[in-house]
């Protein structure tokens, strides 16, 4: 089952980078949406996976009464969830905001930092 | 820590660096007389080191240490021999007086405050280079002095002058210092420790050592840089930029003997080789002759004096690298006779620039009436620096001669050119206290009158000193020159200094000589000018061209580079990157043959197959969406089938969590998208799809065969297990993912939740920015939609 | 989505939502849940209440600024660090008190305060996201 995880993955990962090189600002959102998916898959399948038991401690036990799931990854993926839906919020933002300023949501257009044919750079002292 | 003896080191090392913070406030509120108070901080520090001098002088050392950086072996600890005892004596005693100097100089100049504070922060810089044990402490020293020498030579940087000098001092020498670092960390390795006392106990071990060239080369670099020895010589004198008392204390008395000082530390393990023997001597030659005729072709006080500093610098460097006892001898004594008579001369200098109004030589003449202190002084400290009796200078032109004959091997030769370099400095000395003040008065630019107190006092005591030094020259062996000998030649030395000659030998001769030619070559100055001038022009190409021509040469290489890789394109930046991420992923595969097997398609449920088959539909859905909305939802459905994936296999909090996130994340996308009304068609041309296809695919691919590479490798089980069999009996806890969370792992939590609070601030910033600037549309448009 | 039901059954529905939140933080410990999902679940109760009565309406009913709220919840998590210091334990060793009410066992911990520090961070950030997105209809 491995097996089809990781391609799974793989083809999450495969579509979010296919949708983020493209230059519209949209598609590029969306793949950054799809890519946290991805690396939270990758990460809690590379804890390795096991059906269906969760990690719990049942009442009046002090320990398991069978092999559980990986905790450890879980933990990982959990605060990993949260923290890549608030970056995407705040690319989503960001991306609003530049279309706004910028009035195109062509990332090739985008050229505030690195202007076609800026200035050539000061000699001397 | 005590205030007195061996460990008050510390305080006084600390000292300047607190003065460098009070000293702006003081002078805020005593203007320059703030001088007399600051100056008192130098002066304590001095007497500090003069209380250990009989200690030392008595053949013992010390050392101190405090840890630093223990880690990294980098302990802040002070080793007090004769060579350090005899440097911090130079620059806490010239130090006080350049001080004295500076608040006279600058008078009623508006950043004298901040002037204080550079020179205080350069003299506990400086303090730290000669006492520091730790190799890694004396470059933290090192680089500083360097930064201080940028910031002091830069002060006026509202000229261009200035700021080139600046940067030109500064890009050589700390250049010179990242050599010598590489430097340090080989001895650090060849020798074991990097604690100088150490080392300088490991004896043959250095020299003994495959990394000896190599260690060499780069301490010479370093020690060259520093010492503008040729071809590095260029800064020096277009350091002359920085106000006088600079010149006097950083470029003449002190900070450029730093890489004379490293030499002469590193004499006991690194000298006497033949690489050493010869290299030194051939560098430190070079430089001794062409400071001295550059420098004869000036007529700029500073600019003499500056290149005569080249020449002495060039002299001592030849010296050391004679490596016998007599040489060294002759070094050290030369190196204390200069410190004064330079520090001196440059004062004076600029005396004569202050009050006179120009410091050219053509231009000045008969100042003997209107400043007969300066005079005074400047006639002292020049028969020092022209090698005649009774000065210090006499004394030290006796041995090193003695020394440079005695060479074995090349004694001719350094012989040779120690004495053309002495008889030009003869001159030169000549040339700089009588030229200005002898013969007829010309006009200067200021009514020349005598400096005030502040302004004398230091060029008249140091010239004074040189003069007690040779009269008093046996005390003066036996507590300052013998001690520091003894340090740099390792062995002990306890010949006495005589001030007369004892016998007729052959040094006596080369100082007859030395005085008749020079007196010859100051008759026939002029001549000589012209001809040097003519002789550099027809060279016309120097090394301080060629700084220029390097650094325009750096921008616009760098500029090259940049627009070739930096295009502004996004679309490239992101295909460089997965194109690097897919060869990080597959080159490792491809060198040690390890692909991940494939294991087929067995035992998955028909739940499993169905949610990971609803996932590849929703992306399919997402990359071919024609409208916002399919995108959206599509979204939606990739993310929900993951959450159920989750839940599959044993993560029901994630699965919760990441319901509640996909629920939220079509919301936001949702009230995003409405405003942003934007097609997610995609817009590429064939050809780049195919490109960002196969970038993405094998990034995928990779990926994928990295987590079956990884998922067949054996499990280690320690951290599961830890968590499991700690969860509930001593965190108290039933759900391990919570308690890893909240407990195990809590301060993992805490960043993590302030990274989400960042996000959320930096949403509210972006949000509340936009109103503010509504630019106003340029008139032009105006008029079109008016017109229209 | 505007329509009479909806806005008559959202504030309900939100109050609902926030009763489970919290429920679902404070079970977290030995159950499913925790701080993370306890405040996802309350930001969708805010979601649901903005989207049917309007931004101003959820920011009265907070009260304080959401970024205010995530900034308590960040005050509050690391002063749950503070505790182990009293006792001379490495930083954060989590400290439990342990005792009856009213006859079922109740736990008060460290690590529960600092939970619903996380819980109080995730509300107020990612309300303060979701309302910043709903408010610019007004302008």
Known sequence: MEFVIASLVGLLMSASIYLMLSKKLVRVLMGIAILGNSVNLLIFTGGRITRSVPPFIPEGSYLPLEQTANPLPQALVLTAIVISFSFLAYFLVLGYRAYQELGTDDVLEMRVAEPKGDEKPPLGY | ?788 | MNTVIFRTIAPYLSALMMVFSIFVLLRGHNEPGGGFIGGLIAVSAFAIYGIACGVAAVRRSMVVHPMSLAGIGLFIAVLSVLPSYLFGQPPMTSQWLIFDFLGSELKLSTPLVFDIGVYLVVVGAITSIALSLEERDVD
């Open chain 2, 1 to 788: 820590m005590p205030f007195s003896g061996v460990e008050a080191t510390f305080w006084a090392m600390l000292a300047p660096f607190v003065a460098a913070v009070l000293a702006p406030m003081l002078t805020q509120k005593l203007k320059h007389n703030a001088a007399w108070v600051l100056a008192a901080v130098p002066a304590l520090i001095f007497v500090h080191f003069l209380s250990l001098v009989s200690s030392v002088a008595a053949g013992q050392t010390h050392t101190l240490g405090l840890e630093w950086v223990p880690t990294y072996g980098v302990t802040f600890s002070i080793y007090l021999d004769g060579l350090s005892t005899l440097f911090a004596l130079l620059i806490s005693g010239i130090g006080a007086f350049v001080v004295l100097y500076a608040g006279g100089y600058l008078k009623g100049h508006p950043q004298q405050g901040r002037f204080f504070s550079f020179l205080f922060l350069f003299m506990g810089s400086m303090l730290g280079v000669v006492l520091a044990d730790n190799l890694i402490t004396l470059f933290i020293f090192w680089e500083l002095t360097s930064i201080t020498s940028f910031l002091l030579i830069g002060f006026d940087n509202l000229r261009t002058a200035s700021r080139r000098s600046a940067v030109q001092a500064l890009v050589v020498t700390g250049s010179g210092g990242m050599a010598l670092l590489a430097g340090f960390l080989l001895i650090g390795m060849a020798g074991g420790s990097m604690e100088m006392s150490e080392i300088l106990a490991s004896g043959d071990v250095l020299r003994d050592s495959g990394l000896y060239g190599a260690i060499f080369i780069l301490v010479c670099l370093g020690a060259f840089t520093k010492s503008a020895q040729f071809p590095f010589h260029f800064w020096l004198p277009n350091a002359m930029e920085a106000p006088t008392p600079v010149s006097a204390y950083l470029h003449s008395a002190t900070m450029v003997k730093a890489g004379v000082y490293l030499l002469m530390r590193l004499n006991p393990v690194l000298g006497d080789t033949a690489l050493w023997t010869t290299v030194l001597p051939i560098f430190g030659g070079l430089t001794l002759l062409a400071g001295v005729i550059i420098g004869i072709r000036q007529t700029d006080l500073k600019l003499m004096l500056a290149y005569t500093t080249v020449a002495s610098l060039g002299l001592l460097v030849m010296l050391t690298g004679a490596s016998n006892t007599v040489a060294i001898k002759g070094a050290v004594l030369y190196l204390v006779a200069h410190s004064l008579f330079k520090g001196s001369l440059f004062m004076m200098a600029g005396t004569i620039d202050h009050e006179a109004g120009t410091r050219d030589i053509t231009k000045l003449g008969g100042l003997r009436n209107a400043m007969p202190i300066t005079f005074a002084a400047a006639v002292l400290a020049a028969l020092s620096m022209a090698g005649l009796p009774p000065f210090l200078g006499f004394i030290a032109k006796e041995i090193l001669y003695d020394g440079a004959y005695g060479t074995v091997g090349s004694g001719y030769l350094i012989s040779l050119a120690a004495l053309c370099g002495n008889i030009l400095m003869f001159a030169l000395a000549a040339a700089v206290a009588l030229k200005p003040f002898m013969g007829e008065k010309v006009e200067t630019p200021k009514h020349a009158h005598e400096g005030p107190i502040l302004l004398w006092a230091g060029p008249i005591t140091l010239a004074v000193s040189g003069l007690l030094l040779g009269l008093f020259a046996a005390h003066a062996g036996y507590f300052f020159i013998n001690p520091m000998v003894s340090a740099v030649d390792g062995g002990t030395y306890g010949k006495e200094l005589y001030l007369i000659p004892k016998h007729l030998n052959m040094a006596l001769l080369m100082s007859v000589l030395t005085i008749a030619l020079g007196i010859f070559a100051y008759l026939r100055i002029d001549t000589l000018r012209e001809l040097v001038g003519r002789a550099l022009t027809a060279i016309g190409w120097g090394p301080d061209r060629g700084f220029d021509q390097l650094m325009d040469g750096l921008v616009i290489t760098s500029d090259k580079f940049i627009r070739t890789v930096q295009t502004g394109s996004m679309v490239t930046y992101m295909r460089a990157c997965f194109i690097a991420v897919a060869l990080m992923l597959f080159v490792p595969m491809m060198t040690t043959g390890n692909w991940p097997t494939f294991e087929g398609f067995q035992n998955l449920t028909f739940y499993e197959w169905a949610f990971v088959i609803l996932a590849v539909i929703g992306l399919y859905a997402v990359i071919t969406a024609k409208n916002r909305v399919t995108g959206i939802v599509s979204l939606g459905i990739t993310g929900f089938s993951v959450a159920v994936i989750y839940t599959l296999f044993g993560a029901p909090d994630l699965s919760l969590t990441q319901f509640m996130v996909e629920t939220l994340s079509v919301v936001i996308l949702a009230l995003v998208m409405t405003r942003l009304d934007l097609k997610p068609k995609d817009v590429r041309s064939k050809e780049d799809r195919v490109i960002d296809g196969v970038i993405a695919g094998s990034v995928g691919l990779g990926f994928a065969m990295l987590l079956m590479s990884v998922v067949s490798l054996p499990f280690d089980a320690t951290l599961p297990e830890f968590f499991t069999q700690f969860s509930y009996s001593i965190a108290h806890g039933r759900n391990l993912v919570n308690v890893i969370l909240v407990d195990f792992r809590g301060f993992d939590t805490i960043g993590e939740i302030a990274v989400v609070m960042v996000a959320g601030l930096a949403v509210l910033a972006l949000i509340r920015v936009r109103a503010k600037k509504a630019q106003p549309k340029p008139e032009v448009e105006v008029m079109k939609e008016v017109a229209e």
